[in-house]
Every structure is written in structure tokens, then in C-alpha cells.
């Protein structure tokens, strides 16, 4: 049984955890990220990795960070909640812990975590994973490998254009479907509609203490699995949206699994079932011919150090 430590370098936490070759995490720790502080987010990386290695024989270290991974799987070229940029973390890291390293994107380690032992590990050629949180990430498996791209900053799907001339994404677009379809456009979707019809967001507005701009995403899952109608509508929302992006990558790539992860995704069939409903639509006459199904992730949190760990097994 040989022993890789995936490490999951997020903008508030530094996850880490010591996973065989069946995907099992057998230990694992967690750090606050300073994320201000490209030093000490480094050393933060380095002592928990010291920490895991501890009495082990390690092979190799896994990072998924939340950013723009360069071609060669060594540089955070840029990363929108950390303060790297150009930043060579493999050298820094495989330097002070004596072993090899590989540094990936925090989707694409979730995604892979997934094909192979998550949700889509019964598929063994292709998958595209959609993460829904705060915004829209994921990853796609082509032929049993990551697809990276030429650049390495391949499956930003969140980015893909929804509505012309639309909501202002953080990318600098108009309209990607971040804007439709994660975390943030549930609540905008909420907060809009405990505007217009108090009366039926009257048990989200009871959570929110009567301000619709105190709404959280907590609160419109919380408020949606109560029977609120105007959080149902909400959810709803977002799921048409993610629908017909799923169909749209199904018409391109005809992959065998589609996975939805992330935060939202607590949520069940509340996201879940009009996403479906949307992604059945969508296809139209391509629906009469076979499809991937649309499944929920199941590696939760952990995906990050999973996936992260099993690429660095193969490095």
C-alpha cells in the first residue's frame, strides 16, 4: 500500500490528509490560510505536510489550489482569494518536505476525487463535474485523463456565457453562468423575490430577522426544505440554469457521467430535481439518444485532498 498526502488550499482553510491507493483518508488536519500572506500561506502548506509525514513513508504531495495552475503543474499563475501570483509553489513545497510534488487545480482534484472514487467511478473513459458554491467550478475527465488544456487552465466552466450582456461576472464577462447558477445567484434570486412577495417568503424572512438583504444561502436551504415557496422558486432557478449548461456539455463532449458538487448541493432535490428537469429539456431530440446521467458528488469535503493525493500517485 503506498501513502500520498493531499493538501486542499482553499481562502479560508488549509485541509490536509494522508489517503492510500483506495482513496481512504487515514489522518487528516486543517490550518487557517493567511491568505494575505504568500510567505505564510507557504509555510502553512509546508508544516502540515511535515506534520502528516510524521513516522510514514510518503511517496509524493498532492496540492489543489484554488487558482490558475501553469501547464507544468508547478506555478499558481494567479489566484483570486489568495495573495499568490506567478508563485512557484511545487519547487518551495518539494524542497522543504524532500519530496516530489504536483500543484492542480482545486476543480480539477475535486473532479478527479470523483472519477475515481466518487460518483463517477463506475465510468471509466469520461466525466464532467460541475461545483456549485459561492461560484461555479469544476473539472473534465476525457479518455481517463484530466483535460487541462494547453495553458493548464482548462474547465473553467462557470465562465462559459449564459445570458448576453449579463450580470457582471468577477472574470470581467457579462453573463457567465457563475452569475445563473451558483451559491451567490441563489441568494440574489432569494433577496429578489422576499422583495416582491414577502408574504410568500414569509419563513425565509423570519430566519433573515425581516431584512431581505440579510439572506443567506444557509438560510434559503434551511428556509426551501420547510416548504418556503420563494426559496423553492430560488433553487429552481438555478437549477434551470445548470440544466442547460449540463446539456450543453453533453452535446459537445457526450460524456458518460455528469456530477454536481459543491456547497449548493446539500440542498438534495431541491437543486437536483429541476436541474435534471432542465438538463431533460435542453437536450431536446438529443434526449431520445443516450445520455450521461446527472448525479449528486459524494465525496463531500473531502474531494479536495482525495483527488489532490491519488494525481500525485502519478506524477
Not at 479560508?12 to 481512504?24: E, M, N, Q, R, S
Not at 465510468?123 to 461555479?136: C, K, L, P, Q, R
Request: hydrophobic share 45%; charged share 20%.
Amino acid at each position: 500500500m503506498t501513502l500520498t498526502i493531499g493538501v486542499d488550499v482553499g481562502g479560508t482553510k488549509v485541509a490536509g490528509g494522508v489517503v492510500d491507493d483506495t482513496g481512504t483518508v487515514l489522518v487528516q488536519t486543517r490550518r487557517d490560510t493567511p491568505a494575505d500572506d504568500v510567505a505564510k500561506t507557504r509555510d502553512v502548506i509546508i508544516e502540515l505536510v511535515g506534520e502528516l509525514a510524521a513516522g510514514r513513508t510518503i511517496e509524493a504531495v498532492g496540492i489543489g489550489a484554488a487558482g490558475w495552475i501553469d501547464a507544468s503543474r508547478s506555478t499558481v499563475l494567479f489566484a483570486p482569494n489568495l495573495a499568490w501570483r506567478d508563485e512557484p509553489l511545487r519547487e518551495y513545497v518539494s524542497e522543504a518536505v524532500g519530496l516530489p510534488v504536483i500543484v492542480e487545480n482545486d476543480g480539477n482534484v475535486a473532479a478527479w476525487a470523483e472519477f475515481r472514487y466518487g460518483a463517477a467511478r463506475d465510468a471509466d473513459d469520461s466525466m464532467i463535474m460541475f461545483t456549485i458554491g459561492t461560484g461555479v467550478g469544476g473539472g473534465i475527465v476525457l479518455g481517463g485523463d484530466l483535460m487541462r488544456g494547453a495553458h493548464g487552465i482548462a474547465a473553467e466552466l462557470g465562465h462559459m456565457l449564459a445570458v448576453p450582456d449579463g450580470h457582471q461576472c468577477g472574470c470581467g464577462r457579462l453573463g457567465c453562468i457563475e452569475q445563473y447558477a451558483s451559491g451567490s445567484a441563489l441568494v440574489r434570486f432569494a433577496r429578489a423575490g422576499a422583495r416582491q412577495e414577502p408574504n410568500r417568503a414569509a419563513a425565509l424572512l423570519k430566519l433573515a430577522g425581516g431584512e431581505a438583504e440579510a439572506i443567506t444561502g444557509p438560510m434559503v436551504t434551511t428556509a426551501a426544505q420547510g416548504g418556503d415557496p420563494v426559496s423553492a422558486e430560488a433553487f429552481a432557478q438555478i437549477g434551470r440554469w445548470l440544466g442547460t449548461s449540463l446539456a450543453d456539455m453533453a452535446q459537445i463532449l457526450d460524456p458518460q457521467t455528469l456530477v454536481v458538487g459543491g456547497g449548493v448541493i446539500d440542498a438534495g432535490d431541491l437543486l437536483l430535481g429541476p436541474t435534471r428537469r432542465s438538463y431533460l429539456d435542453a437536450l431536446a431530440q438529443r434526449g431520445r439518444l443516450p445520455v450521461a446521467e446527472v448525479l449528486p458528488a459524494e465525496l463531500g469535503n473531502s474531494a479536495g485532498v482525495i483527488g489532490a493525493a491519488d494525481l500525485a500517485r502519478r506524477i
